[in-house]
């Protein structure tokens, strides 16, 4: 038969009337990496699990993002899944540390949520802390008064999951900074549990 023949119609074989993810999903292909998780966030749309909450396919990956990493730290952490569990991620005047980063000097910060990676105490009390989200890292230093009065004395190990409110942001340099928290910042502390 003629390849212009109107009778049988013409079929390459890389055309396929499928979306390309049900054809991902179809040979059990998984793209590793990233790219991964944009995967399962549009599979996840394509399947109808956010459907009734208006979300675009940016906010779709975002919240993939959030959810899913594959840092460990996050998924089998038991004070970040409380956190997520709590909807703290879903307020408003919530900031990922990446946006943090890149906020100027003297900024207030209505709501971080993250993660202690690192905890450092100096000779006058105060502790150096790496706090970790999803989206990176940064540095904060807790005052000495939030370490040892209050309502969360000495429990800021590393694993546990702050809440901190109105947190002011200090640049000494233009690629620097740090998070300056005080007593009147911590609003929780969830510690991880022994279990995990």
């Known amino acids: 038969m003629d390849k212009g023949d109107p009778k049988r119609p013409r079929i390459d074989v890389g055309e396929?009337?499928?979306?390309?993810?049900?054809?991902?999903?179809?040979?059990?292909?998984?793209?590793?990496?990233?790219?991964?998780l944009v995967q399962m966030a549009l599979e996840r749309k394509e399947v109808g699990i956010?459907?009734?909450?208006?979300?675009?396919?940016?906010?779709?990956?975002?919240?993939?993002?959030?959810v899913a990493s594959e840092d460990n730290d996050f998924l089998e952490n038991s004070a970040w899944l409380s956190a997520v569990r709590e909807g703290y991620l879903e307020l408003p005047e919530y900031t990922d540390l990446a946006?943090?980063?890149?906020?100027?000097?003297?900024?207030?910060?209505?709501?971080?949520?993250?993660?202690?990676?690192?905890?450092?105490?100096?000779?006058?009390?105060?502790?150096?802390?790496?706090?970790?989200?999803?989206?990176g890292?940064?540095?904060?230093?807790?005052?000495?008064?939030?370490c040892e009065e209050g309502i969360f004395p000495g429990i800021y190990d590393v694993g546990s999951c702050l809440i901190l409110r109105e947190i002011v942001l200090f640049?000494?340099?233009?690629?620097?900074?740090?998070l300056n928290i005080t007593l009147n910042n911590v609003q929780s502390v969830i510690q991880k549990s022994i279990l995990d």
């Open 16 to 36: 396929s009337s499928s979306p390309p993810a049900a054809r991902h999903r179809s040979l059990g292909h998984i793209i590793p990496g990233p790219a991964g």
């Open 50 to 66: 956010y459907e009734g909450e208006g979300l675009n396919t940016q906010q779709v990956i975002h919240r993939a993002l959030n």
């Open 137 to 146: 890292s940064f540095w904060a230093t807790l005052h000495y008064k939030a």
């Open 171 to 178: 640049r000494p340099t233009r690629k620097s900074g740090y």
């Open 99 to 135: 946006t943090v980063t890149n906020l100027p000097n003297l900024s207030r910060v209505k709501l971080v949520v993250a993660l202690v990676k690192s905890c450092v105490r100096n000779e006058l009390g105060s502790r150096l802390l790496e706090l970790k989200d999803p989206t």
